[in-house]
Nanobody
Framework: QVQLVESGGGLVQAGGSLRLSCAAS????????MGWFRQAPGKERKLLAT????????YYLDSVKGRFTISRDSGKNTVYLQMNSLKPEDTAVYYC??????????WGQGTQVTVSS
């Protein structure tokens, strides 16, 4: 019922920045809590950041706290992840997801982020 499409990934040198976007369509976007995840080859998908439907509450994984910022613009049905001071270990496929019924039910297709040494 909800479709999510990520964009903004690419290749960047260590210390650089990228801004990821997640565009939503279908159900009313503003009623959903949103999260950003990433998955590197051979590793489990990891939750990086979350934001409430109102945008007033956020959570960050310790390893990205102070470097990454999650935000949303409900009027544009878009959630963002600003990534600064990128490190090679940040290299992964990044996904956005929407919460329904207490679980992350809807997922985007992912966007590749590669950070060179």
């Amino acid at each position: 019922q909800v479709q999510l499409v990520e964009s903004g990934g690419g290749l960047v040198q260590a210390g650089g920045s990228l801004r990821l976007s997640c565009a939503a369509s279908g159900r009313t976007f503003s009623r959903y809590g949103m999260g950003w995840f990433r998955q590197a080859p051979g590793k489990e998908r990891k939750l990086l950041a979350t934001i409430s439907w109102s945008g007033g509450s956020t959570y960050y994984l310790d390893s990205v706290k102070g470097r990454f910022t999650i935000s949303r613009d409900s009027g544009k049905n878009t959630v963002y992840l600003q990534m600064n001071s990128l490190k090679p270990e940040d290299t992964a496929v990044y996904y956005c997801a929407a919460v329904e019924g207490g679980t992350y039910k809807y997922w985007g297709q992912g966007t590749q982020v590669t950070v060179s040494s």
